[in-house]
């Protein structure tokens, strides 16, 4: 009895083994096309950390269908093709309902894709005012919005400074800066700096391009974080491998 539970024990780790293996391999055929995405994109990143999700590996090769792929991209970083490049410090993917032939994740001779494919990164405000082109423009979160501040001169005679909270949405795949509730800092009510105000206001309407990212990825949502602007993306049936990537 002790020698067949002996046996059993030393089978069942074996597969585990086994199992861990082939995932490992797997993992490393799928980073490889990844970072051959980015680079077709013409960004960069460090070297993708892959990860298939649920066990037991082997049961979904068998199927060819896939939980979860992870995907993180460190250090990405892409250009938006108006002189501003957006840089993250990890671009966090997750790809659900995956479908795969065995060459694929063999030798990556296959077709890869995702029925749902999200992300999620963050951007410094810095880098979101530079690429409004607006000179002395800083951004920050307060209270969960984002609040802006720059310098209006009035008929070239004053300087004031101006604060208001800037409004983010997404409009066609790109990020929309709007400003509302603009005040001059210490300028006592005068209806003509008003006036300048409000004209400069309507002027203060941005769009900012996103960059092409892996996976056809798209902005989504937007959330304000004190050390930046989180982004969420997505995309549906994506190719993550293969001839369609």
Do not use: C, W
């Not at 795969?100 to 990164?121: C, F, H, K, N, Q």
């Not at 963050?122 to 530079?130: E, L, P, R, S, W």
């Not at 607006?134 to 802006?148: F, H, I, N, S, Y």
């Amino acid at each position: 009895m002790i020698v067949v539970l002996t046996l059993l024990l030393l089978l069942f780790l074996g597969v585990v083994v086994i199992d861990r293996i082939g995932s490992s391999y797997a993992e490393g055929v799928l980073a490889e096309k990844v970072s051959q995405q980015v680079a077709d994109q013409g960004a960069t990143s460090g070297t993708p950390e892959v990860e298939i999700a649920g066990v037991p590996f082997l049961t979904q090769v068998l199927a060819g269908k896939y939980q979860e792929i992870r995907i993180s991209l460190p250090d990405f970083s892409a250009p938006t093709g108006t002189d501003v490049t957006v840089r993250m410090d990890s671009l966090d993917i997750r790809a659900t309902d995956v479908s795969a032939p065995l060459s694929a994740l063999r030798d990556g001779t296959g077709d890869v894709r995702a029925e749902t494919v999200t992300g999620t990164g963050t951007i410094d405000y810095d880098v979101i005012a530079d690429a409004t082109g607006q000179p002395g423009l800083t951004l920050a979160e307060k209270d969960g919005r984002v609040v802006g501040t720059a310098e209006l001169k009035i008929s070239g005679l004053q300087t004031v400074e101006l604060a208001g909270t800037a409004d983010l949405s997404v409009a066609k795949g790109k990020v929309q800066v709007r400003f509302s509730d603009v005040t001059a800092k210490d300028v006592a009510p005068n209806p003509f700096v008003q006036g300048q105000i409000d004209s400069y206001v309507k002027r203060m309407t941005f769009t900012v391009d996103v960059p092409d990212l892996p996976m056809n990825l798209q902005v989504q949502e937007l959330t304000p974080l004190p050390e930046g602007l989180r982004v969420t993306f997505g995309a549906s049936d994506v190719a993550l491998a293969g001839a369609g990537a």
